[in-house]
């Protein structure tokens, strides 16, 4: 590596004069591994999980220095700032011990008087957790387990108030529980729960892909809980294998449905809150081939709705069941030539006669109101923009706030840059132009957590290498009212260090396409010179990467690879969740593999066309899908890329689950072409530049086993590449000590090695 040969003569010589010149301090506008990866400096500041209450306030986690940083609940009003110790952290000392209970996560009952706080987690796949639930009188100030006596440590989920904040369901061991926060006696409502029989929560593939978290709902009146329960029995186990916890290794296995295999049967059930026999609702079709992907009550305790997807995930429907009889109907049906999103604002509004419902049908994300039996519907947000909401993807909805006194709803968008997200509100009856109101003056991301009577909002916002901050501002005015969490250690770290241009950019790419991107570029850089250029890529439908949002170590990571001499450079292919309407996302429709990496490839061709740029030191690497696409591009466009970092990637796209798979590239046994064609696997033996790949061998996500078959079709195609296997970890590859630093120090040493750094 020839820049380590200067880096050692320093060292050796600083060493042989060390005790001849005093210590030089390290250069603070140097980005190294080390500052990055092993120490807090550049640690952004969060709030933590707060909660708005009913009128205007809210509530969040404080350190307590009475209580040795043990956290308290503080509440403040949103006006005046006013700020009181709401809970004390002494009044989560449980019985018979001397310190308070370490708070990961809370919800306060709707009329304020009860605390649920969830401690003692441990993970279930990659989103639920397990844990440890307690309630907390907030008059009495009576703290106790739940569970009852019986109940095993960590075995608890999805504890939810009763609307009158009474009693408390939750899900233990594959079965749904009621307990009464009076008297503490404990009703099963549900007795065939098993790892095969899942009532009120999930498997892999339903959690994972379909965004749920809870399995089950109370009714508006609190005598009856609609719930999900899963049939696993059909589908395979993946078993993880554990080579380094034991002497004898061992397997882990993992319910995971891989494409065009057997789903798990879903169906729902609605059981008095008292207990008694459930009423399942008679939804038609098979339901191992068919899907419920959402479950809300209906405005009323005494129908449900939910929405219906079929296998393709090209049809949903919207019916509404009979809670006591079971009967269900359709009243809205959904379908398109590709896939049809499962949609999570469905509000009720106008006493239950209409709901609020997103759509594609006219090529845009738009909301509409429908009334209850489907047969009116009222366009609310016209124009050839997306409503648009990052969070959507993890179940979050595109509506992030309702004024229902004012008829008013917010939303955000980006009608005119598809990298940046602004806040707009449009009046609920579809009269009258959207109103944007995020400031003009403050270009970048802006996202929003509203209060629910509309009129306060948390605002967090950010750019391309300036970190975040979050305020509470006023609406519709968005008058800033206090400033929670400034960064300013953390912005002020930033503008300490060497930083280069950078800046958005509009990159060809054939046919009149042009895509979104940014491009970082060295400190003093020199526009006369060529430059080695390193692409991140993602460009599934899953995530985008050209965002001018603060993007944490990713962008510090990329900022010293720039001081150390090269470009970076990403843009977002068709393919990717952008606001750019719906034939632009759709355009990936079972070409996962083909469109993305010919549209990375286009846009390379472009840059390399630069004057700039050294077309012969160009470089990619991506996680995941992007991990994937790596390969894609290291196999199929060997001709313009010279090394490539693969982390994590699907190899093979029959490997991975049925929802995401399926959903992007229909069925393999209707489309076993297209599978084979859209997979790297098959075009491994075009593989002429360098080559790493990166893989947790415990990944319960994208399995090591296609890491494990690439590696077959490169041995018989005699290509070389280098490989790093991280032993049990799982799709993040963060677990175990020093194991961040270590990747990363990987990657940076590899791309050294293999791809020349700095101006020629």
């Given at each position: 590596?020839?820049?380590l040969?200067?880096?050692?003569?320093?060292?050796?010589?600083?060493?042989?004069?060390s005790?001849?010149l005093?210590?030089?301090?390290?250069?603070?506008?140097?980005?190294?591994?080390?500052?990055?990866?092993?120490?807090?400096?550049f640690?952004?500041?969060?709030?933590?999980?707060?909660?708005?209450?009913?009128?205007s306030?809210?509530?969040?986690?404080?350190a307590?220095?009475?209580?040795?940083?043990?956290?308290?609940?503080?509440?403040?009003?949103?006006?005046?700032?006013?700020?009181?110790v709401?809970?004390?952290?002494?009044?989560?000392?449980?019985?018979?011990d001397?310190?308070?209970l370490?708070?990961?996560?809370?919800?306060?009952?709707?009329?304020?008087?009860?605390?649920?706080v969830?401690?003692?987690?441990?993970?279930?796949?990659?989103?639920?957790?397990?844990?440890?639930?307690?309630?907390?009188?907030l008059?009495?100030w009576?703290?106790r387990?739940?569970?009852g006596?019986?109940?095993?440590?960590?075995?608890?989920?999805f504890a939810?108030?009763?609307?009158?904040?009474g009693?408390?369901?939750?899900v233990?061991?594959?079965?749904?529980?009621?307990?009464?926060?009076g008297?503490?006696?404990?009703?099963?409502?549900?007795?065939?729960?098993?790892?095969?029989?899942?009532?009120?929560t999930?498997d892999?593939?339903?959690?994972?892909?379909?965004?749920?978290?809870?399995g089950?709902?109370?009714?508006?009146?609190?005598r009856?809980?609609?719930?999900?329960?899963?049939?696993?029995?059909?589908v395979?186990?993946?078993?993880?294998?554990d080579?380094?916890?034991?002497?004898?290794?061992?397997t882990?296995?993992?319910?995971?449905?891989?494409?065009?295999?057997?789903?798990?049967a879903?169906?729902?059930?609605?059981?008095?809150?008292?207990?008694?026999?459930?009423?399942?609702l008679?939804?038609p079709?098979?339901?191992?081939?068919?899907?419920?992907?959402?479950?809300?009550?209906?405005?009323?305790?005494?129908?449900?709705?939910?929405?219906?997807?079929?296998?393709?995930?090209?049809?949903l429907?919207?019916?509404?069941?009979?809670?006591?009889?079971?009967?269900?109907?359709?009243?809205?049906?959904e379908?398109?030539?590709?896939?049809?999103?499962e949609?999570?604002?469905?509000?009720?509004?106008?006493?239950?006669?209409?709901?609020?419902?997103?759509?594609?049908r006219?090529?845009?994300?738009?909301?509409y109101?429908?009334?209850?039996?489907g047969?009116?519907?009222?366009l609310?947000?016209?124009?050839p923009?997306?409503?648009?909401?990052p969070?959507s993807?993890?179940?979050?909805?595109?509506?992030?706030?309702?004024?229902?006194?004012?008829?008013?709803?917010?939303?955000?968008?980006?009608p005119?840059?598809?990298?940046?997200?602004?806040l707009?509100r449009?009046?609920?009856?579809?009269r009258?132009?959207?109103?944007?109101?995020?400031?003009?003056?403050?270009?970048?991301?802006?996202?929003y957590?509203?209060?629910?009577?509309?009129?306060w909002?948390?605002?967090t916002y950010?750019?391309?290498g300036?970190p975040?901050v979050?305020?509470l501002?006023h609406l519709p005015k968005?008058?800033?009212?206090?400033t929670?969490?400034?960064?300013?250690?953390?912005?002020?770290?930033?503008?300490?260090?060497?930083?280069?241009?950078a800046?958005?950019?509009?990159v060809?790419?054939?046919?009149?396409?042009?895509?979104?991107?940014?491009?970082?570029k060295?400190?003093?850089?020199?526009?006369?010179k060529?430059y080695?250029?390193?692409?991140?890529?993602y460009?599934e439908?899953?995530?985008?990467?050209a965002l001018?949002k603060?993007?944490?170590?990713?962008?510090?990571?990329?900022?010293?690879l720039?001081?150390?001499g090269y470009?970076?450079a990403?843009?977002?292919?068709?393919?990717?969740?952008?606001?750019?309407?719906?034939?632009?996302?759709?355009a990936?429709y079972?070409?996962?593999?083909?469109?993305?990496?010919?549209?990375?490839a286009?846009a390379a061709?472009?840059?390399?066309?630069?004057?700039w740029v050294?077309?012969?030191?160009?470089?990619?690497?991506?996680?995941?899908?992007?991990?994937?696409?790596?390969?894609?591009?290291?196999f199929?466009?060997?001709?313009?890329?010279r090394?490539?970092?693969?982390?994590a990637?699907?190899?093979?796209?029959?490997?991975?689950d049925?929802?995401?798979?399926?959903r992007?590239?229909?069925?393999?046994?209707?489309?076993?072409?297209?599978?084979?064609?859209?997979?790297?696997?098959?075009?491994?033996?075009?593989?002429k530049?360098?080559?790493?790949?990166v893989?947790?061998?415990?990944?319960?996500?994208?399995?090591?086993?296609?890491?494990?078959r690439?590696?077959?079709?490169?041995?018989?195609?005699?290509?070389?590449f280098?490989?790093?296997v991280?032993?049990n970890r799982?799709?993040?590859?963060?677990?175990?000590?020093?194991?961040t630093?270590?990747?990363?120090?990987l990657?940076?040493?590899?791309?050294e090695?293999?791809?020349?750094a700095?101006?020629r």
């Amino acid at each position: 590596m020839s820049y380590l040969r200067p880096f050692v003569w320093a060292l050796a010589s600083s060493l042989a004069l060390s005790t001849q010149l005093p210590a030089q301090e390290p250069d603070s506008s140097l980005m190294t591994l080390d500052r990055l990866f092993n120490s807090e400096e550049f640690a952004p500041q969060f709030p933590g999980p707060v909660r708005w209450l009913s009128g205007s306030a809210y509530v969040k986690l404080e350190a307590d220095s009475a209580a040795g940083g043990a956290l308290s609940l503080v509440r403040y009003d949103a006006a005046s700032g006013r700020r009181e110790v709401w809970v004390p952290a002494s009044r989560l000392v449980p019985p018979g011990d001397t310190l308070p209970l370490p708070v990961e996560d809370y919800s306060v009952s709707t009329d304020g008087r009860q605390l649920l706080v969830f401690t003692n987690s441990r993970k279930v796949w990659r989103q639920n957790t397990r844990g440890d639930f307690w309630s907390l009188d907030l008059s009495s100030w009576r703290l106790r387990k739940l569970g009852g006596p019986e109940a095993k440590p960590s075995t608890l989920m999805f504890a939810k108030f009763s609307p009158d904040g009474g009693r408390v369901a939750y899900v233990r061991e594959h079965n749904l529980y009621v307990e009464d926060l009076g008297d503490g006696r404990i009703t099963q409502l549900t007795r065939d729960g098993s790892p095969t029989i899942i009532n009120g929560t999930f498997d892999w593939v339903y959690e994972e892909e379909l965004n749920l978290r809870d399995g089950f709902r109370w009714s508006p009146d609190g005598r009856r809980i609609a719930f999900w329960q899963l049939d696993a029995s059909g589908v395979h186990d993946f078993l993880l294998i554990d080579d380094t916890d034991s002497l004898y290794s061992f397997t882990v296995p993992v319910q995971y449905p891989k494409a065009g295999t057997t789903n798990s049967a879903a169906r729902v059930g609605v059981v008095s809150a008292s207990g008694g026999t459930p009423v399942w609702l008679d939804v038609p079709g098979d339901p191992r081939n068919n899907y419920i992907a959402r479950l809300e009550w209906a405005a009323s305790s005494n129908e449900v709705v939910l929405e219906h997807l079929n296998r393709l995930q090209n049809t949903l429907e919207v019916m509404l069941g009979d809670a006591s009889s079971g009967r269900v109907h359709t009243v809205l049906t959904e379908r398109d030539s590709a896939w049809v999103d499962e949609v999570d604002d469905l509000r009720w509004i106008d006493g239950g006669k209409n709901f609020t419902w997103v759509s594609e049908r006219d090529g845009w994300r738009h909301l509409y109101v429908i009334s209850r039996d489907g047969a009116k519907a009222r366009l609310v947000t016209p124009g050839p923009f997306d409503l648009h909401n990052p969070q959507s993807a993890f179940g979050e909805p595109l509506v992030v706030g309702v004024d229902s006194a004012g008829g008013w709803i917010y939303y955000t968008a980006s009608p005119d840059n598809a990298t940046q997200l602004y806040l707009y509100r449009t009046r609920l009856d579809g009269r009258g132009r959207p109103e944007r109101i995020t400031p003009r003056d403050q270009p970048g991301y802006h996202t929003y957590k509203i209060s629910q009577d509309g009129r306060w909002a948390f605002h967090t916002y950010s750019s391309l290498g300036t970190p975040p901050v979050i305020e509470l501002v006023h609406l519709p005015k968005h008058q800033v009212v206090r400033t929670l969490v400034r960064n300013q250690r953390l912005r002020d770290a930033v503008a300490r260090l060497r930083r280069g241009p950078a800046g958005f950019v509009k990159v060809a790419a054939g046919a009149g396409l042009e895509l979104d991107g940014w491009v970082m570029k060295p400190p003093g850089f020199d526009s006369t010179k060529r430059y080695p250029v390193l692409f991140l890529v993602y460009g599934e439908p899953a995530s985008q990467t050209a965002l001018d949002k603060w993007d944490g170590a990713s962008y510090l990571w990329h900022l010293m690879l720039t001081q150390r001499g090269y470009v970076v450079a990403t843009v977002d292919n068709r393919g990717t969740p952008a606001p750019r309407g719906r034939a632009f996302r759709k355009a990936i429709y079972r070409k996962v593999g083909v469109l993305n990496s010919a549209d990375q490839a286009a846009a390379a061709r472009t840059i390399r066309g630069w004057l700039w740029v050294d077309s012969t030191r160009i470089g990619v690497w991506g996680w995941s899908g992007g991990g994937s696409m790596t390969l894609n591009l290291m196999f199929r466009y060997p001709e313009i890329y010279r090394t490539g970092m693969s982390v994590a990637p699907v190899a093979d796209e029959r490997l991975y689950d049925t929802i995401y798979q399926e959903r992007y590239m229909g069925l393999p046994q209707e489309n076993a072409t297209e599978y084979r064609e859209g997979s790297a696997l098959t075009f491994a033996g075009q593989l002429k530049g360098n080559l790493l790949v990166v893989h947790g061998s415990g990944d319960d996500n994208v399995h090591y086993q296609g890491t494990e078959r690439l590696v077959n079709a490169l041995v018989a195609a005699n290509r070389p590449f280098t490989m790093m296997v991280y032993p049990n970890r799982t799709h993040c590859i963060c677990e175990g000590d020093q194991t961040t630093l270590h990747l990363f120090s990987l990657l940076t040493r590899y791309l050294e090695q293999n791809l020349a750094a700095g101006g020629r």
